[in-house]
């Protein structure tokens, strides 16, 4: 059964930078699009940066452009987001999803309803 698993949230002061991973089973990362999205308490999941399968291009959320960045080893199953300059806005819970041919100019990417796997959830919590 294909599935998505993060790992490496945590408390952070602002300032600071966490790397998180998803991994994938199943082959779910062979030739899926993958995506980050956040949700903080009370609010709705909100599109952070996602990463196309044929090119590594990638887009970003205004909120993160120059401080995120997303990356992608197919050898490794795996995906990542590099958080730099971490802000207390940044506090949610950070999910990884992945679908086919989503990361792309045609569609937007970062909208929930575009992604029908998931992972868990990792926790960050960016505070002094």
């Known amino acids: 059964q294909a599935q998505l698993k993060e790992s490496g949230g945590g408390l952070v002061q602002p300032g600071g930078s966490l790397r998180l991973s998803c991994r994938g089973s199943?082959?779910?990362?062979?030739?899926?699009?993958i995506a980050w999205f956040r949700q903080a308490p009370g609010k709705e999941r909100e599109g952070v940066s996602c990463?196309?399968?044929?090119?590594?291009?990638?887009k970003y959320a205004d909120s993160v452009k120059g401080r995120f960045i997303i990356s992608r080893d197919n050898s490794m199953n795996s995906a990542y987001l590099q958080m730099n300059g971490l802000k207390p806005d940044d506090t949610g819970v950070y999910y990884c999803?992945?679908?086919?041919?989503?990361?792309?100019?045609?569609?937007?990417?970062?909208?929930?309803?575009?992604?029908?796997?998931w992972g868990q959830g990792t926790q960050v919590t960016i505070s002094p």
């Open positions: 999803a992945a679908d086919f041919m989503t990361c792309r100019e045609n569609r937007n990417g970062l909208e929930s309803h575009e992604y029908r796997s």
């Open positions: 199943g082959g779910i990362l062979d030739y899926n699009d």
């Open positions: 990463i196309a399968s044929s090119d590594g291009s990638a």
